[in-house]
């Protein structure tokens, strides 16, 4: 059995790296705008006792940035953007400390340092990702849920986005399982799908063994996120509620929307002249699309976005989803939803207090509708008001599903802090340089894709010639072509 090593354990050694790393990077870059050692020695001295603020600054930034959370098993590309946009934001905080606090380090220093930070901390990551790879990755790995397809659904996220991590070998249903389940000997972790039923007696099977465990929670497990455990002489009880924002937090959002509402519309104001004068000119019709949506508390308004489909585009078929390869949205549309251009208007409805910078997207009415009979749990994210971007925009894809979405929105609420929001909007910054996280699912490659699949999979288990193995489960269906879910 390979022991699996916690990320836990690492992250005070990759944060000392870092500090190393910011530091190093300071001191060359007085070396190099000085010319010399010799010349930089009473500057470096100086630097010397700034060096702490530095480093917190960057470790703060670089937390925001994700940098600590799971990157070992993110892409290259992933902690490349992270870097960038970490090493961007410690150099706007450490610049404008510096202003502040009067202790001015030269413009070409902080640049300097920021370019050699970038470098160092991109390369050693990539090398540490790449013996951590080899190390603990290849996790011969099953899947369970209740029936075939959801098992073959979660598998190819898996397969897809964390191939050489996870291999996954075999695909269960629930019913084929019985103790002493033999079935899972062998395996080094286990994917328990969120409507998995006794999932407890499976998940103690796997602690016992040794056995790592990966759960999808379904929505009423997301409500003990956040949970506040009391005693209650020698009763141990988790205490659960409705989860609202203080007074003192609303406050705070609200200060945060306006004044960044304000600077994103002044710094955006380039894009908002392009797209007034270049959309009505490629396609017929005005510029801004208002549509109304449930905000708060399922109070409904007017939401503002550039138009990026064909004018009536909804005049022959309703109210619909939009897809992969629309044929109602314009060349110059799919651009500006790929960037999330079509976006920018909605700062104008959080300064009318209709949204906020950060929360779930607010949807249509009858998709709202829609989603609430088929998840109960639905509601519940008008408990806050929605935003331009959230969780589910950053970690989720335009194609994911509602449900899927709806998991990422109350973990949000559940867990709002004022960090969690700065986290999401640098994220946010990632996703939109990261244009590929804004395309729908291929819905043409998916046959291919699940052959593919298959065929990897038969070829991990015939590596485990040892392994007492089950019959490989098919899919017998054709996926269903997805649509582009919620409002994005």
Same mark, same amino acid.
């Given at each position: 059995?390979?022991?699996?090593?916690? +990320?836990?354990?690492?992250?005070? %050694?990759?944060?000392?790296?870092?500090? *190393?790393?910011?530091?190093?990077?300071?001191?060359?870059?007085?070396?190099?705008?000085?010319?010399?050692?010799?010349?930089?020695?009473?500057?470096?001295?100086?630097?010397?006792? *700034?060096?702490?603020?530095?480093?917190?600054?960057?470790?703060?930034?670089?937390?925001?940035?994700?940098?600590?959370?799971?990157?070992?098993?993110?892409? +290259?590309?992933?902690?490349?953007?992270?870097?960038?946009?970490?090493?961007?934001?410690?150099?706007?905080?450490?610049?404008?400390?510096?202003?502040?606090?009067?202790?001015?380090?030269?413009?070409?220093? *902080?640049?300097?340092?920021?370019?050699?930070?970038?470098?160092?901390?991109?390369?050693?990551?990539?090398?540490?990702?790449?013996?951590?790879?080899?190390?603990?990755?290849?996790?011969?790995?099953?899947?369970?849920?209740?029936?075939?397809?959801?098992?073959?659904?979660?598998?190819?996220?898996?397969?897809?986005?964390?191939?050489?991590?996870?291999?996954?070998?075999?695909?269960?249903?629930?019913?084929?399982?019985?103790?002493?389940?033999?079935? =899972?000997?062998?395996?080094?972790?286990?994917?328990?799908?969120?409507? =998995?039923?006794?999932?407890?007696?499976? %998940?103690?099977?796997?602690?016992?063994?040794?056995?790592?465990?990966?759960?999808?929670?379904?929505?009423?497990?997301?409500? #003990?996120?956040?949970?506040?455990?009391?005693?209650?002489?020698?009763?141990?009880?988790?205490?659960?509620?409705?989860?609202?924002?203080?007074?003192?937090?609303?406050?705070?959002?609200?200060?945060?929307?306006?004044?960044?509402?304000?600077?994103?519309?002044?710094?955006?104001?380039?894009?908002?002249?392009?797209?007034?004068?270049?959309?009505?000119?490629?396609?017929?019709?005005?510029?801004?699309?208002?549509?109304?949506?449930?905000?708060?508390?399922?109070?409904?308004?007017?939401?503002?976005? #550039?138009?990026?489909?064909?004018?009536?585009?909804?005049?022959?078929?309703?109210?619909?989803?939009?897809?992969?390869?629309?044929?109602?949205?314009?060349?110059?549309?799919?651009?500006?939803?790929?960037?999330?251009?079509?976006?920018?208007?909605?700062?104008?409805?959080?300064?009318?207090?209709?949204?906020?910078?950060?929360?779930?997207?607010?949807?249509?009415?009858?998709?709202?509708?829609?989603?609430?009979?088929?998840?109960?749990?639905?509601?519940?994210?008008?408990?806050?008001?929605?935003?331009?971007?959230?969780?589910?925009?950053?970690?989720?894809?335009?194609?994911?599903?509602?449900?899927?979405?709806?998991?990422?929105?109350? #973990?949000? %609420?559940?867990?709002?802090?004022?960090?969690?929001?700065?986290?999401?909007?640098?994220?946010?910054?990632?996703?939109?340089?990261?244009?590929?996280?804004?395309?729908?699912?291929?819905?043409?490659?998916?046959?291919?894709?699940?052959?593919?699949?298959?065929? %990897?999979?038969?070829?991990?288990?015939?590596?485990?010639?040892?392994?007492?193995?089950?019959?490989?489960?098919?899919?017998?269906?054709?996926?269903?072509?997805?649509?582009?879910?919620?409002?994005?």
């Amino acid at each position: 059995m390979k022991q699996h090593a916690h +990320f836990m354990a690492w992250k005070p %050694i990759v944060a000392a790296s870092d500090v *190393l790393i910011v530091n190093t990077a300071y001191l060359v870059a007085y070396v190099l705008h000085s010319g010399g050692i010799a010349a930089a020695h009473e500057q470096m001295v100086g630097y010397a006792r *700034l060096s702490p603020v530095v480093s917190l600054l960057a470790l703060m930034s670089f937390h925001l940035s994700d940098l600590y959370r799971n990157w070992l098993r993110k892409t +290259f590309t992933h902690v490349l953007y992270s870097t960038v946009i970490g090493n961007v934001t410690a150099l706007i905080a450490t610049a404008t400390w510096s202003f502040w606090s009067g202790h001015l380090l030269p413009r070409s220093v *902080l640049v300097i340092a920021a370019c050699i930070q970038v470098i160092l901390i991109a390369v050693y990551r990539e090398m540490a990702r790449r013996m951590y790879r080899r190390w603990f990755g290849c996790q011969h790995t099953i899947v369970i849920a209740e029936s075939n397809e959801q098992a073959w659904d979660i598998a190819e996220k898996f397969v897809e986005h964390w191939a050489g991590w996870y291999e996954v070998e075999h695909c269960l249903a629930r019913r084929s399982l019985k103790a002493p389940y033999t079935e =899972l000997m062998g395996a080094d972790a286990i994917v328990i799908s969120a409507d =998995l039923k006794d999932k407890e007696e499976v %998940i103690y099977h796997c602690f016992r063994e040794g056995k790592e465990v990966l759960v999808v929670p379904n929505l009423f497990e997301l409500t #003990f996120c956040g949970a506040e455990p009391w005693e209650i002489d020698d009763l141990l009880v988790f205490k659960v509620h409705p989860h609202r924002l203080n007074p003192a937090q609303e406050l705070l959002k609200r200060s945060i929307d306006i004044l960044g509402s304000i600077l994103l519309l002044a710094l955006a104001s380039p894009l908002l002249l392009f797209a007034f004068v270049a959309i009505p000119l490629t396609s017929k019709g005005s510029a801004i699309f208002r549509q109304v949506r449930v905000g708060k508390g399922g109070r409904r308004f007017r939401i503002f976005k #550039f138009r990026t489909m064909v004018s009536n585009a909804e005049t022959k078929t309703g109210p619909v989803l939009a897809i992969e390869n629309d044929p109602r949205i314009t060349r110059l549309g799919r651009f500006m939803r790929s960037t999330r251009i079509d976006e920018i208007p909605q700062l104008f409805n959080v300064l009318l207090d209709d949204m906020s910078l950060i929360g779930p997207r607010p949807e249509r009415a009858i998709f709202v509708e829609q989603f609430d009979r088929q998840l109960p749990a639905y509601t519940l994210r008008h408990l806050v008001k929605p935003g331009i971007t959230g969780l589910a925009q950053v970690l989720g894809r335009y194609s994911t599903t509602a449900e899927r979405k709806l998991r990422f929105d109350l #973990f949000y %609420i559940y867990n709002y802090s004022l960090l969690l929001d700065i986290k999401i909007f640098l994220q946010t910054i990632r996703v939109v340089l990261l244009r590929e996280r804004a395309s729908g699912l291929k819905t043409s490659d998916l046959a291919g894709r699940r052959r593919s699949l298959e065929s %990897i999979a038969a070829g991990q288990r015939n590596r485990r010639e040892s392994w007492d193995k089950p019959m490989p489960v098919s899919r017998s269906a054709e996926p269903e072509t997805k649509a582009r879910v919620g409002a994005d």
